[in-house]
């Protein structure tokens, strides 16, 4: 049957009213949602993922049986919400929108079933409200303005189950005042992602001892990261991607990284020299390099890395590939490694 625009959703939800799962991915509503939509009270599921809607209806906070929530709508439209989320006690996911009206404020601590949510903003929300989720597993924050980093911290210790977190400021490339109050003490946190200016990264005390897995990008690190990173000895992943890095020359030392297994160096502008020294990352298994136009050769260290199985070279450079091709000058460095792509 045909909707026929908001009429037609206005009555289809009338109609449908012990629906259990309704996904509305990609639906253009335009403007406000129909405020019939609040009929539906055994949802069990709701999904606005990159729907066209400017505003949402106070009806829904009659959607009080809710467990998975998406309300990431287009990421152009700028939303309305009123502060109805509260209400939603059972609610174990909830993914916020990415841009939301300037005058929404959102209550959320009452949200205690919470296990996984998404794009949680500084700006709309308070970082207080936090503390109180404590069956958190996954968590992503968007920090806007002005933030007390011990007030954060304190938040996110009270997370003993959070496995993963990411948070990321705005404006990008932007200084963010005390981020080296920012400490991390999460029992669990396993994967780590930051998208924070800071021009030097945290001591290795301010992380978890049992990460595993950790994404820098746009940090604009003047300081060679590695001394900290690789004294996080459970790391079996690591990412500096987009300008994490902003300096000429990164060392990695013998013993250090002695789980890790993949690495990827991406988008490091001013990158020029890399030394590996012997013993370090001695279970490496994949290696990636992409777009770091002034890296000049990889490192002589590479030849005692016996558990490299690929490596992946993505720059703009002939003259690299020709150096560790077989019969190059170079060649020796990987000679030993099974899969060598150049694209």
């Not at 903003?121 to 980093?149: C, K, P, W």
């Not at 009270?158 to 003490?185: F, Q, W």
């Amino acid at each position: 049957e045909e909707l026929g625009g908001y009429r037609g959703f206005e009555v289809w939800f009338t109609r449908l009213q012990l629906m259990r799962v309704l996904d509305l991915h990609g639906v253009e509503f335009g403007g406000e949602l129909p405020s019939s939509i609040g009929l539906l009270i055994h949802l069990r599921y709701l999904s606005l993922y990159r729907a066209q809607a400017s505003h949402l209806p106070s009806s829904m906070q009659n959607l009080k049986m809710l467990l998975y929530l998406n309300l990431c709508v287009q990421e152009s439209c700028y939303i309305y919400i009123p502060n109805f989320l509260k209400e939603m006690l059972e609610l174990k996911y909830l993914s916020l929108p990415l841009r939301m009206d300037d005058k929404v404020k959102l209550e959320l601590g009452n949200l205690v079933n919470l296990e996984k949510l998404e794009n949680f903003s500084t700006e709309h929300g308070g970082v207080g409200d936090l503390q109180f989720m404590t069956r958190l597993r996954a968590l992503s924050i968007y920090i806007r303005g002005r933030l007390n980093m011990k007030t954060l911290s304190s938040s996110l210790s009270k997370l003993r189950d959070l496995e993963n977190l990411t948070i990321c400021y705005y404006p990008m490339y932007a200084p963010m005042s005390g981020i080296e109050g920012l400490v991390l003490d999460c029992d669990q946190l396993k994967h780590l992602n930051l998208r924070i200016y800071m021009p030097r990264l945290p001591d290795e005390q301010h992380f978890p001892w049992h990460l595993r897995n950790i994404s820098l990008a746009e940090c604009c690190l003047k300081e060679d990261p590695m001394p900290i990173l690789e004294k996080l000895l459970q790391l079996n992943e690591v990412s500096l991607s987009h300008q994490s890095f902003c300096g000429k020359r990164m060392v990695c030392s013998d013993g250090g990284f002695p789980q890790l297994q993949k690495l990827d160096l991406c988008g490091l502008e001013e990158w020029e020299e890399w030394i590996v020294e012997e013993g370090s990352m001695p279970r490496l298994h994949k290696l990636t390099i992409r777009n770091d136009p002034k890296l000049k050769e990889l490192p002589d260290g590479l030849k005692f890395i016996t558990s490299l199985k690929q490596v992946h070279v993505i720059l703009n450079n002939w003259d690299f590939k020709k150096k560790l091709s077989r019969g190059g000058e170079d060649y020796y460095k990987v000679q030993h490694i099974p899969l060598v792509r150049f694209l």
